[in-house]
């Protein structure tokens, strides 16, 4: 079976056991602070395991794409040398939300590896794993499944209790639970032992899939309290199950793999087939383009800095191979080919893909020479036969310079390279590394809530409500008194709470001698926390209550959030496709907008789009919301947005002519596009590579933003003597003026410096035959020295000359040598000779060098000394 043949069928199997199956998440973890990149299937449905988010279903089935090269699930190194570590994969995966449990989830998976109807793998091939204390599941494979008992393995602690390869949780604390794992046996002719024994490092018996039976709920203190509802979250790798049902041993064989080698060896001129540098390429070019598929772009930090990484170590390994051209952005076509009906956003990105990819490549060729220039001139004052492993460390990290060519470049000038020093280097960034990538989160650290807060916020900004839980200082309690701050949740309230970019409402809760003022609303789960301080009376759980926003404010605020719709939509017109949101802010005052693009935005890319956007405000159209399933959404093209989770239910938001702006948004909106007034666009700037910022204000805020430059228009046309239409013409001449006298002034300066440079040549001794003339001028722009030195020169003859120019405490040097004296003398060494004394430095050709220093006390024995010097060269 093809690889894409076995991920259709694993997805019809549990469609056909009433599982819904649902699409690859972002390999960016949206609102989840714990993980750099989507690694496993589960991690799309975390809030569900935690009950912080409902389904519609309560079976799900996914093909998820994910990344480990980077925090604490880093394959990197390994990949390319063993058959099965990756960059990227795809990880198979069934899950239960409190529906089936051990039975069942075990009974599909043998179902789907065993039977004829699917993958029909002889059983006789496949063992399994359970932890120790599992005795449910060693009785179902064995009584139920007909698992052998000597094929079915406890694998026990390591260390302290619940420390076992077959014990799985979701974190320090939370959900977690005990894992049945099933392996695939490649045969005697493979070295290696069966799992739990001492050669299950070997490669004859192989994971295919994990089981885990989530059914207690770990707090901070270790006690393991079981799940209300225990759940199943299964992952089975595609490429390793695809290199057993293709009867290959290594992942790299399967056809995923084959096409994309055969496409690496042809771009890379090689012949070598077995080249362990093709697997690295061919493994880097699918994480690569997926990530930017994702919106992840090279940068010098976080996952940029790792998408940057894969990108060169790709890069490096063609280097090995022989080519020194841009070829790795070509190889996103291979995988188009190989890739693109499963994933048809790779076909829609691949051009930006490309253009990432092949700007990548010419930067590092950059880098490297940079990197070369470094180690030449660090070689040049090493006297040792080894380079240090710090200076090999530093040219790795700090310049990408790969080691194996530092070691070329050692070997061809008869040196070897400290390795064991870089090596250590390398561990402590590692170790760094790890620490970094090793999230703490106490999954227990949220307030402890009953119930769900109804929001009614589209439809009214005020309604009465009942108080359902109240906390103090993060505790919860029975009343807040008067001065108290507290947190105040609802059974249902207008109060939009804080997501999506848009601010949380403020406004008042009340009743008869009551009132709590809310200054923010932030969300937990299905609840709205009401962030405020009671400033008169009691307020006590069960007490109902009036609920009023600030009118104004929720106004303002959706102006803009509609405005910001309009905006991303004229962004991906006048831009490109490419275009995507990197994360945005809204709030009464304004609204800002970053997004990827490579370049800045020129002044008429952003009049273009600002006056796109006024196109669509003006057509004032409505503003169309729908609730529908998300399949439904995207049938209607709707765009969601970077960092947000979406449940089962979205609200589709359509504005704009012929469909302008459809996006997936929970925020408050205007009603017609038409109330947001004006839109203007105050600023465009970079704030990380590849990702630009927009910040532009609307309605009466874009009003007073005209009025404010209209009247700094008068005033400058006031202060100028003109009209404001004439402004720009006057301005104009007054800049051509300005340019005339800085030529005449200049002029007069060199007519000065030539008047004073007569007076000075009979400062000018003789030393032996050799004209020297060493003074301090006086005001002489330091611009004109060089000039200055020319004239000496020409009217002296024959001459060794150094001048000075004081502003303050900074000195100003320049040196010359007449050119017949060059062979004896050199402007540089006279430089360094007076430069040095006076607190600086300088250098330059033989017969003219610049320099200075910062101790004009020194400048005059400085002068003095240069006769002596001359003397000294004769």
Known sequence: MKS?????????????????????????PGNDPTLLFTNAGMVQFKDVFLGEDKRSYSRATSSQRCVRAGGKHNDLENVGYTARHHTFFEMLGNFSFGDYFKREAISFAWEFLTSKEWLGIPSEKLMVTVYQEDDEAFDIWHKEMSVPAEKIVRIGDKGGRYQSDNFWSMGDTGPCGPC???????????????????????????????????????????????????????????????????NVHSNYEIDLFQYL?????????????????????????????FLVVDGVIPANEGRGYVLRRIIRRAIRHGHKLGQKDAFFHSLVQALVDQMGEAYPELKQQQAQIEKILLTEEQQFEKTLDKGMAVLESELANLNA???????????????????????????????????????????????????????????????????????????????SSTVIALFKGGQSCEQLEAGERGIVVLSETPFYAESGGQVGDQGLLKAEGLSFSVEDCAKQGNNHLHIGELTEGQLSLGQKLSAEVVSG???????????????????????????????????????????????????????????????????????????????????????????????????????GTEQFSVELCGGTHVERTGDIGLLRITSESGIAAGVRRIEAVTGRAAVDSVDTQ??????????????????????????????????????????????????????????QGVKVLAVQLSDVDHKSLRDTVDQFKNKLGSSVIIVAVVDGQKISLVAGVSKDLVGQFKAGDLMKHVATQVGGKGGGRPDMAQGGGDQPENLDAALASVQEWVASQI
Request: proline share 3%; aromatic share 6%; net charge negative.
């Open 261 to 289: 080698l055969a496409a690496t060896a042809k771009a890379t001129n090689t012949s070598d087939m077995e080249n362990k540098s093709l697997r690295v390429i061919a493994d880097h070019i699918r994480s690569c383009a």
């Open 553 to 655: 404010k929720r106004q303002a605020t959706a102006l803009n959030h509609s405005a910001t719709h309009l905006l991303h939509a004229a962004l991906r017109k006048v831009l490109g496709d490419h275009v995507t949101q990197k994360g945005s802010l809204v709030d009464p005052e304004r609204l800002r907008f970053d997004f990827s693009h490579f370049e800045a935005v020129t002044a008429e890319e952003l009049k273009a789009i600002e006056a796109m956007v006024n196109e669509q405000i003006r057509a004032n159209t409505p503003v169309q919301t729908d609730v529908c399933d998300m399949e439904t959404a995207k049938s209607k093209g709707a765009m969601a947005l970077f960092g947000e989770k979406y449940g089962d239910s979205v609200r589709v938001l359509s504005m």
């Open 385 to 463: 036969k080894e380079i240090p492993g710090q200076l090999v460390f530093t040219l790795y990290d700090t310049y990408g310079f790969p080691v194996d060519l530092t070691n070329d470049i050692a070997r061809e000038r008869v040196m070897s390279i400290d390795l064991d020093g870089y090596e250590k280097l390398m561990e402590e960034q590692r170790q760094r590394a790890r620490a970094a990538g090793s999230f703490k989160v106490d999954y227990n650290d949220n307030l402890e809530i009953d119930g769900e807060t109804e929001f009614t916020g589209y439809e009214d900004l005020a309604g």
């Open 4 to 28: 894409a043949e076995i991920r259709q069928a694993f997805l019809d199997f549990f469609q056909s056991k009433q599982h819904q199956i649902v699409a690859s998440s972002s390999l960016v």
């Open 710 to 767: 209209q009247a700094q228009l008068q005033d400058a046309a006031k202060l100028l003597k003109t009209k404001p239409e004439e402004l720009v013409n006057k301005l104009q001449s007054l800049l051509d003026q300005q340019k005339t006298l800085e030529k005449e002034l200049k002029a007069a300066k060199a007519k000065l410096a030539s008047a004073a440079s007569g007076d000075l040549l009979g400062n000018a001794v003789e030393v």
């Open 180 to 246: 049945t794992e099933i392996f695939y046996d490649h045969g005697e002719e493979i070295w290696g032992g069966p799992p739990g024994s001492p050669e299950e490092d070997g490669d004859r018996f192989i994971e295919i899939w994990n089981v885990v039976f989530m059914q207690f709920n770990r707090s901070a203190d270790g006690v393991m309290a079981p799940l209300p509802k225990p759940s199943v979250d299964t992952g089975m790798g595609l490429e390793r199950i695809a290199a057993v049902m293709q």
